[in-house]
């Protein structure tokens, strides 16, 4: 089976989009009910021990580009607390076991980011059940396509920028008072960020945000050790996309304007999380790692 160190044609190493990629499913969506499935890794990823005995909490970590950090980090030595929606327990358990055939401890702790009091709990758990936190992955996010301003409610505008946005900073507020020196905190962007779409007003302006976010922490906690850095992914076949990211008509040719010509797979993010995770980036701080397929960006 190749891994992600065998030499391959980028534009081919996953398939392009196509008429079966048309599919529709309620938010927030399951990973194993799509076709194709996404490649979180499940087996294409292999660790080489780069997070010995660390602590990672993963938000969204039941699918796509969450879960991959998840089985990478799992794979590269790491326990791994996942936070993910209650409705996505079947995708959640699949990733509970493994993590845990990688050998090490998983802890799965559901509920919902837009809740104060359920973030700051996570965190409270987390350090509980693995005896400290080492590295934040903020994966979970809410992306719903919505075509005019008009027709875009504030309850939405509302819910994505409590999950994308408010949760960050509860999350980091709580983990930070936990983290020792060496820690590492990942957000994640995405290239709507700079480039947004025109039905993606709510969730880019949310991205724009996380990014700005990013920076500014890292400027403040870089004097303890902690680095804060983002991954902004292009655009990724994950259940996002299928439970209302995108107008299903469009699901044929996602990716496809790319300038390797495809969607990407979860399992291609993970390598940016494991690099922001792992000592290896000791003097990279309120960086962006793109991950987008060669979209132009800043
Ligand atoms: P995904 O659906 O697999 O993951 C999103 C996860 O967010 C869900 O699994 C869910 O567990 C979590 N979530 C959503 N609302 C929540 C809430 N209220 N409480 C708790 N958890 C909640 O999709 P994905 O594409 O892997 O998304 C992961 C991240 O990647 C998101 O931040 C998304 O914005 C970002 N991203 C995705 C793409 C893409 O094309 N797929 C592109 C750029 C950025
Ligand atoms: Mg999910």
Redesign the pocket.
């Known amino acids: 089976m190749a891994d992600q160190y065998q030499k391959q044609d980028p534009t081919t190493q996953h398939p392009k989009a196509n008429e079966d990629w048309q599919q529709k499913q309620p938010e ?2 399951l ?1 194993k009910d799509m076709t194709p499935i996404p490649d979180s890794g499940e087996t294409s990823y292999r660790g080489t021990g780069r997070l010995t005995g660390r602590k990672a909490l993963v ?2 970590a ?6 991959a950090a998840a089985i990478a980090f799992a794979r590269e030595g790491a326990d791994v607390v996942i ?3 209650p409705e ?1 327990e079947a ?1 959640a358990q699949e990733v509970v076991k493994l993590i845990e055939e990688s050998g090490q401890k998983a802890y799965a702790m559901p ?4 809740d104060e009091q359920y973030c700051e709990q996570l965190i409270e758990d987390t350090v509980a059940k693995l005896g400290g936190i080492d590295i934040l992955a903020n ?5 719903q396509f919505v075509e005019s301003i008009a027709d875009l409610t504030t309850e939405q505008f509302d819910a994505t920028f409590k ?2 946005v408010y ?1 960050l900073f509860w999350l980091c507020k709580a983990a930070i008072k936990h983290m020792q020196p060496g820690s590492s905190i990942i957000n ?5 960020a700079y480039s947004p779409s025109p039905g993606l007003l709510d ?1 880019a302006t949310t ?1 724009g945000s996380i990014n700005v976010f990013s920076k500014a922490l890292a400027q403040q906690v870089g004097e303890k050790g902690i680095r804060v850095n983002v991954v ?10 299928v ?1 209302g ?1 995108q107008p299903t008509e469009a699901l044929k040719e996602f990716g496809s304007n790319t300038p390797l010509g495809r969607a990407g797979q ?1 399992v291609e993010m993970a390598p940016a999380y494991v690099f922001l995770a792992s000592q290896e980036s000791s003097y990279v701080s309120g960086e962006t790692i793109n991950a987008n397929g060669g979209m132009v960006s800043p």
């Open positions: 927030p969506g990973q938000t969204g039941d699918s796509g580009i969450g879960r936070s993910y929606l996505e995708d509920g919902d980011l837009k994966v979970a996010g809410k992306q999950t994308n949760s994640t962007s995405s290239i709507q969730y991205k902004a992914p292009g655009p990724v076949w994950t259940p996002l996309q439970a990211g979860p």
